[in-house]
């Protein structure tokens, strides 16, 4: 509200020019604009106006909020957090990381997340925190807190301090630099981005044509602009992301009615001595089943590969009795919007295989065994 009361009187809406952007309720605030009532209110006494009929404002969020209703709205969607321009982080950005923080199960991180922000944006040398440096930051931060800080130079946050994307306003840390430059075997860069980009559109191209879909402009774009997602978008494989809330299910479970005297018979087990016996009681006998005992769990003999950070698996590329080099991937994890490959840490054996794709999986959880 205060930035656009500044707007306002700085003379955004003077001679017609651009005036100013605001939302109607739930969506409003948070990450979005203010809402259209509390800038109403803002600019009574002064000599400007929202020209509208408030009531019919009022009316008007009452039927969107009766329409949004089935939808899941964060609620740090809907916050004003003074923290969020120390860090920075855009609005949509926030949201976009904070679900797939909930889809990981480690958004209760997200405070530390953010706090992690600041000396990430300091130290990647102050670029616009915008999209994809917004997210160049988050995935760096959000590395430093599950995986250590500064153990993992994030592919993104990496290349930029490197300046394969361009100059940034201000000079990157040198030990980061230096991090990045180990990290991912490259040399800093100093020269013009687009001399060393490769060309995308006959990659894209034959992408396409690999995987049997149109060649179209469009199609193009996202082939190369959004990579294997894009052509899963494509084939029709990806799922709609669109989140409604799920209501929590009623516990209906009633227990029957138990009067004084039934003469209703009663299951239960009983363990003796390590043996469990099936016993019904009703009245006037007391008849016992031996239940046979359950089959004991067969354990896989070797050594675990475990997840280094909570993620979704997104592509498996070994099967099980493969041979692979220490190095080698075995899968891919997906955080983010950053692909991860957990890697062989010794020349092995695939014995087992212990997610599947789409699989969320925490940090620590067993991915594969090897011997």
Not at 321 to 349: F, H, N, R, W, Y
């Amino acid at each position: 509200v205060s930035c656009n009361l500044a707007a306002i009187e700085g003379g955004s809406t003077k001679d017609n020019n651009l005036g100013i952007d605001l939302a109607k309720s739930p969506v409003c605030g948070g990450t979005c604009q203010p809402d259209i009532i509390s800038m109403w209110h803002a600019l009574k006494g002064k000599k400007w106006t929202i020209d509208v009929d408030i009531m019919k404002i009022v009316e008007a969020e009452k039927v969107f909020e009766e329409c949004m209703k089935d939808y899941f709205i964060p609620i740090e969607a809907k916050q004003v957090s003074p923290i969020i321009p120390l860090s920075p982080m855009p609005g949509g950005a926030l949201t976009a990381n904070t679900m797939m923080m909930r889809d990981t199960g480690t958004l209760h991180l997200y405070p530390q997340v953010i706090r992690e922000m600041t000396e990430v944006v300091k130290k990647g040398g102050f670029a616009t925190s915008v999209t994809p440096v917004s997210q160049f930051y988050f995935q760096q931060a959000y590395a430093n807190v599950t995986q250590g800080k500064w153990k993992k130079i994030t592919d993104g946050y990496g290349n930029m301090v490197l300046g394969y994307f361009g100059r940034t306003p201000s000079s990157p840390d040198p030990e980061i630099v230096k991090l990045a430059e180990e990290q991912l075997g490259k040399k800093p860069f100093s020269g013009h981005p687009l001399d060393i980009l490769e060309p995308g559109i006959p990659q894209a191209t034959k992408t396409l044509q690999e995987n049997n879909l149109e060649i179209t402009d469009e199609n193009i774009f996202i082939a190369y602009a959004c990579a294997e997602k894009g052509i899963s978008f494509l084939k029709g494989d990806m799922k709609a992301n669109i989140r409604k809330i799920t209501p929590e299910a009623e516990a209906e479970v009633k227990a029957p009615a138990q009067t004084k005297g039934t003469k209703d018979p009663g299951n239960y087990t009983v363990t003796v001595d390590g043996k469990s016996f099936n016993v019904t009681v009703a009245e006037g006998t007391g008849a016992v089943q031996t239940i046979a005992p359950t089959a004991p769990v067969i354990a896989i003999k070797g050594e675990p590969v475990v997840a280094s950070m909570p993620g979704s698996v997104t592509r498996i590329e070994v099967s099980t009795g493969d041979t692979v080099k220490a190095g080698e991937d075995i899968l891919i994890l997906e955080a983010m919007k950053m692909e991860s490959p957990v890697k062989a840490p010794k020349d092995c054996k695939i014995i087992a295989i212990e997610v599947a794709v789409g699989d969320n999986v925490k940090n620590g959880d067993t991915l594969a065994m090897i011997e």
